[in-house]
């Protein structure tokens, strides 16, 4: 059977990434902090579904999923756990950011690059790294969280064009969403200020962009025209829009 490691698995689109794999005949390994919502999941999803609690905002806990997990012929790794705060950067706590950095960050460059290594030695393997339509902007009032995901985005695309350039089987992508209906809002303490999309058609569209090798997965005709005005309009432009964009979730 195949297996997919999920982190974030405990709710939002981590947790529907993981219905939607175990579905269609994955075994799933279930990755949060929280206990109890992860043993929920595993409930429901039954003997395809593994629960491991682990806080991947600590480089030791990352490390030791690996070194765990290193020889159960893992075939796709999903990075999904993160996080954001909305706020003045002055007046953010600097622990708080610190941990999403470890988060949003660390996290996601420690296990791609541990199991990387092993896809590339298999010549077989799926990455998705899940970012956010901020990843593409500077983010007045959320400027850690949009900087967080504008390292994913880059990582994203540099490995992409090295599997590509060694003719590598390895596929990676970032999904690059706007709002989705989950906890975020709830623990950046912002609320919606578009439409947000259901996380079960995110995570369909993440998972068929996947495994179809695109780099960038955008399921939304707005994100993905937001994406292109970036293009046509100046940075300074485009930094004053998103603040706007954000001084309405507040």
Not at 52 to 63: A, G, K, N, Q
Not at 71 to 83: K, P, T
Not at 112 to 129: E, M, P, S, V
Not at 232 to 250: A, E, S
Request: aromatic letters at 8%; charged letters at 25%.
């Amino acid at each position: 059977m195949r297996k997919a490691l999920i982190t974030g698995a405990s709710s939002g689109i981590g947790r529907d990434i993981a219905r939607l794999l175990a579905s269609r005949g994955w075994e799933v390994i279930l990755v949060a902090r929280r206990a109890d919502k992860l043993m929920s999941l595993k409930k429901e999803l039954g003997k395809n579904a593994k629960c491991i609690r682990c806080d991947v905002s600590h480089e030791p806990e990352c490390r030791k999923l690996y070194d765990v997990l290193k020889n159960d012929n893992i075939e796709m790794l999903v990075n999904c756990a993160g996080f954001g705060l909305c706020g003045e950067f002055t007046e953010l706590s600097l622990d708080s950011e610190l941990k999403m950095i470890d988060t949003n960050i660390k996290a996601v460059h420690i296990l791609t690059k541990l199991f990387l290594r092993d896809f590339k030695k298999k010549n077989n393997g799926y990455i998705l790294n899940v970012a956010s339509i901020a990843g593409f902007f500077s983010g007045p009032l959320m400027a850690t969280y949009y900087a967080t995901k504008n390292y994913v985005v880059s990582l994203t695309g540099a490995i992409y064009e090295e599997l590509q350039r060694s003719h590598s089987n390895v596929k990676i992508s970032a999904l690059c969403p706007g709002p989705v209906d989950t906890e975020f809002n709830d623990v950046a303490h912002v609320k919606f200020s578009a439409e947000p999309l259901d996380s079960k058609t995110v995570a369909q569209e993440a998972i068929d962009g996947l495994l179809q090798g695109k780099l960038y997965i955008i399921p939304s005709s707005k994100m993905k025209c937001l994406k292109l005005v970036k293009r046509l309009l100046p940075d300074k432009t485009i930094t004053h829009f998103c603040y706007t964009f954000q001084k309405k979730k507040k």
